[in-house]
């Protein structure tokens, strides 16, 4: 609290590209909080302390809580006075919360992903084979939830060493195994084939870099190809700004299912939330900040 007036922050760099003041303060209007204020703090990556001065902000100002972003959800980690369960599993932080002067991290991405997932397509199932591209914070977050859910779940990512990390990670827990994979032409050609969902989990593509891919045209060309058309496939981005990322678009254009990032900001903020202010968002105020961000994001 800053003067009895409720204030949250998102850390990360960039973050001018956000929209989630809207959606938080769509939220405090719905719920009764006349004075809140969600700020957007670039805390540059490429200056050593600049996080940790940053975090440590958020008990002397009195801020409730605060969003991490790219690239510090593993910096983070060790930042904070305690890490929830949410945390030990995937290695990563989203969301502070300040609880009288002692800062517990959190990660709500996953859920907010596989919400956002299962209410524009279907439910990923034991016989789905999922295909996550990129081994960082939101892979990490992502993969924790697929991993439960899929036997046949492929990392893809630009540098296999990480991808590995992230699969030892996952094997940590039991369960179903993962394969590790070098981010390239070939190994997504053969992928991508027999792929029921595919999941960018990388910033390639967001804004202003808009007209990035992580997977090439002609690489989709040649799964369309073999497949005889996309029309089974769901692909999914956590790219929110732009909505239509070209990984996205060059996906619809072959009849593919293609699902935006905005619901996972959507529901991972959701989560966020209700853990800084204890109360809980009505239905409709998440209706109404889809409705509100997608006019800001179109304009």
């Known amino acids: 609290m800053i003067d009895n007036k409720v204030v949250t922050a998102l850390l990360g760099d960039p973050v ?48 409730v809580g ?62 789905d084979k999922v295909v996550i591209l990129g081994a960082g914070g939101a892979a990490r977050a992502v993969s924790s939830e697929v991993y439960e859910r899929t036997t046949d779940l492929v990392l893809v990512n630009r540098t296999l060493e990480r991808a590995e990390r992230l699969v030892n990670d996952l094997e940590s827990w039991g369960g179903n195994g993962a394969e590790p994979l070098e981010l390239d032409d070939e190994n997504l050609r053969a992928e991508l084939v027999n792929a029921d969902f595919v999941l960018n989990c990388t910033s390639v593509g967001m804004h202003p870099d808009t007209d990035a891919t992580v997977v090439p045209p002609r690489v989709l060309d040649h799964v369309d190809e073999q497949r005889g058309g996309l029309d089974n496939m769901i692909f999914w981005d956590a790219i929110f700004n732009p909505l239509q990322t070209m990984f996205l678009e060059e996906a619809e254009k072959r009849n593919a299912t293609t699902i935006d990032g905005l619901g996972m900001m959507i529901y991972q903020g959701t989560e966020a939330f209700e853990l800084w202010t204890g109360e809980t968002v009505p239905e409709e105020a998440i209706v109404e900040a889809r409705d509100r961000m997608e006019e800001e994001l179109l304009s």
């Open 66 to 127: 605060c969003n991490i972003t790219l690239p510090f959800k593993q910096d983070t980690l060790e930042l904070v006075d305690e890490l929830d369960e949410t945390v030990d599993k995937i290695g990563a932080v989203n969301t502070i919360q300040n609880e009288d002067h002692r800062l517990v991290g959190y990660n709500t991405d996953g859920v907010g992903a596989l919400k956002s997932i299962e209410e524009r397509s279907r439910k990923i199932t034991s016989n």
């Open 16 to 63: 001018e590209h956000s929209v989630s003041p809207t959606l938080y303060g769509t939220f405090a209007e719905a719920i009764g909080i006349d004075d809140y204020q969600h700020l957007k703090v670039r805390v540059q990556s490429d200056v050593d302390g600049d996080l940790e001065k940053a975090i440590e902000g958020l008990r002397a100002f009195g801020l």
